[in-house]
T-cell receptor, first 109, second 113 residues
Framework: AQRVTQPEKLLSVFKGAPVELKCNYSYSGSPELFWYVQYSRQRLQLLLRHISRESIKGFTADLNKGETSFHLKKPFAQEEDSAMYYCALGNTGFQKLVFGTGTRLLVSP | KAGVTQTPRYLIKTRGQQVTLSCSPISGHRSVSWYQQTPGQGLQFLFEYFSETQRNKGNFPGRFSGRQFSNSRSEMNVSTLELGDSALYLC????????????FGSGTRLTVV
């Protein structure tokens, strides 16, 4: 069965501190992993997709198949990073995502 | 170009009624997926349509149904509404061949009283 686990409901950091939002997945096939972000009163937006290996807004994520993890990292958090972050698992050829429960990131000045 | 458009934005319905939600995908996108978002269960996949055919379905009761029209617009219907159906319903569209350009709409917030 496909499953995504985000162990932290809330992560609170100060501006300029490093951030790591954890994501672990369970999937027997070849996974496609995504990070989505939802800012207050805005729609769900794609932040990162593991196959693109891009860095968006300073965030990066590396797929670790051995640890079945896809943690989201940023070296220096900004107040505008405060939002809800969802890790999601997709499988090639199927237009379906399995989401984690989300982590609320709060960056304080 | 226009994004994914969902109508209406808000709905209040009474238990036992039925409701129809609409989703207009990005121009050129042929796949439309639907999700339910609740505080308790998070984001859960309902179903996906491509070229008017349902290709994938989540674990929801038969009261939840959908369809897609030839212009790729999609509707989802919930019959015999229950209080627990109160949620934000999101749709996402893509070209359909892979997850490229998978884009979400702003959602329809359904409240069942």
């Amino acid at each position: 069965a496909q499953r995504v686990t985000q162990p932290e409901k809330l992560l609170s950091v100060f501006k300029g501190a490093p951030v790591e939002l954890k994501c672990n997945y369970s999937y027997s096939g070849s996974p496609e992993l995504f990070w989505y972000v939802q800012y207050s009163r805005q729609r769900l937006q794609l932040l990162l997709r593991h196959i693109s290996r891009e860095s968006i807004k300073g965030f990066t994520a590396d797929l670790n198949k051995g640890e079945t993890s896809f943690h989201l990292k940023k070296p220096f958090a900004q107040e505008e990073d405060s939002a809800m972050y969802y890790c999601a698992l997709g499988n090639t050829g199927f237009q379906k995502l399995v989401f984690g429960t989300g982590t609320r990131l709060l960056v304080s000045p | 170009k226009a994004g994914v458009t969902q109508t209406p934005r808000y709905l209040i319905k009474t238990r036992g009624q039925q409701v129809t939600l609409s989703c207009s995908p990005i121009s050129g996108h042929r796949s439309v997926s639907w999700y339910q978002q609740t505080p308790g269960q998070g984001l859960q996949f309902l179903f996906e349509y491509f070229s008017e055919t349902q290709r994938n379905k989540g674990n929801f009761p038969g009261r939840f149904s959908g369809r897609q029209f030839s212009n790729s617009r999609s509707e989802m219907n919930v019959s015999t509404l229950e209080l627990g159906d109160s949620a934000l319903y999101l749709c996402a569209s893509s070209a359909g061949d892979n997850m490229d350009g998978y884009t979400f709409g702003s959602g329809t917030r359904l409240t069942v009283v």
